[in-house]
């Protein structure tokens, strides 16, 4: 078992579900998760995790917490 490496694909695991992270630390994080089985293990179980918090929190935001998010980007990108 390579801790290092463990380390390393684990500490970006959210990022790799969410496809967040360039195409060569993909292919080593999944090289990795493909020969450890203990991060394997621990990868499916946050896909899983991710997968029911999408499925089932439904949740909108209230419009005014909408329009002031929309605001504060407008002036944000307008410095």
């Known amino acids: 078992m390579d801790r290092g ?5 684990l ?5 790799y579900l969410d496809g967040e992270i360039r ?5 080593r994080i999944r090289l990795h998760l ?5 991060c ?3 990868y ?3 896909q899983r995790l991710l997968r029911f918090i999408r499925d089932h929190s439904r ?8 329009d002031r998010i929309r605001r504060s980007i407008r002036d944000l990108t307008r410095r």
């Open 5 to 9: 490496g463990c380390i390393r694909a």
């Open 11 to 15: 500490s970006r695991v959210y990022s």
């Open 23 to 27: 195409a060569v630390r993909k292919v």
């Open 34 to 38: 493909r020969s450890c089985l203990n």
């Open 40 to 42: 394997e293990r621990a």
């Open 44 to 46: 499916e179980f946050e």
């Open 59 to 66: 949740v909108e935001a209230p419009p005014e917490m909408v």
